[in-house]
């Protein structure tokens, strides 16, 4: 039996070519999550005690806006997770609490997309928390300007006097 060379070599060519197609067009829309951190470093201002027995308020808030994220989210991955972590920067006070919310949604023009979670305090730890979920509906889920709000707590005459500092470092992965 002879098979036709040339029939054969069209139809290997024409299937390459709907593949690399296909792949083209799956990249475009296969770009990973992407989280953008801004904002401006926290200093909580505790002022003196002048009065024997006064303590401390205890706790202390940043700005609603301290910490400001923008996040995409493509359609391909629907949802995503966005975590947060602290880490001693160089020294914490095992006394003192970091506790970190939501405060807003920030700004999208996808109308089919949500942003859920986090819109009440919780505490930081050294591992990994879920602060927020987005998905992508339809569309790529891109949010700018999602306000996040610090709260310091434990602040009391009993921790030692120090510069107490730390990082805070934002994730963002898929569920």
């Not at 923008?70 to 020294?91: C, D, E, F, R």
């Not at 970091?98 to 305090?121: A, D, E, F, M, S």
């Not at 591992?127 to 009391?156: H, K, W």
Request: charged share 10%.
């Amino acid at each position: 039996m002879k098979y036709n060379n040339d029939f054969l070599k069209k139809k290997i060519s024409f299937i390459n070519n709907i593949s690399i197609f296909f792949l083209i067009l799956a990249g475009g829309f296969c770009k990973g999550q992407s989280l953008t951190v801004g904002g401006s470093n926290w200093t909580v201002s505790i002022p003196s005690i002048t009065e024997a027995g006064s303590n401390y308020a205890g706790s202390y808030e940043s700005a609603a806006n301290q910490i400001l994220l923008a996040a995409s989210v493509p359609l391909l991955l629907g949802s995503a997770k966005v975590s947060v972590h602290y880490i001693a920067n160089p020294t914490w006070n095992s006394s003192l609490g970091l506790n970190i919310k939501r405060t807003g949604n920030g700004t999208t023009v996808c109308l089919l997309c949500t942003i859920t979670g986090g819109i009440t305090y919780q505490a930081l730890t050294i591992t990994d928390v879920e602060l927020f979920r987005i998905a992508a509906v339809l569309a790529l889920a891109s949010y700018s300007n999602i306000p996040i709000q610090l709260q310091l707590t434990g602040v009391s005459v009993t921790v030692p006097a120090a510069a107490y500092g730390s990082r805070v470092v934002f994730t963002i992965g898929s569920l």
